[in-house]
């Protein structure tokens, strides 16, 4: 069970909007909307501080995008 304060309307997010070069696609939103309809497999977290793995990296790039698909746009992790 979660304990704590409320779940805020907004949050700060890294995102990117197509596959390419992390220097042009990726960008931080400071009001992005916090999701409220999570699926069975999901979680909510609140993070303090961030980190891209190889994978995200990958799918950054779209080295991947044959078996990872994402919807843009897309917030790593």
């Not at 949050?11 to 909307?33: F, I, P, W």
């Not at 409220?36 to 991947?64: E, M, P, T």
């Amino acid at each position: 069970m979660a304990t704590g304060g409320i779940i805020p309307d907004r949050m700060k997010c890294v995102q990117h909007t197509e596959y390419g070069d992390a220097r042009q696609v990726l960008s931080v939103v400071n009001d992005a909307e916090v999701p409220r309809i999570l699926k069975s497999n999901q979680v909510l977290v609140k993070i303090h501080a961030v980190s891209i793995n190889s994978f995200d990296w990958k799918i950054l790039n779209g080295n991947v995008s044959l078996i990872q698909k994402v919807s843009f746009p897309h917030i790593p992790g």
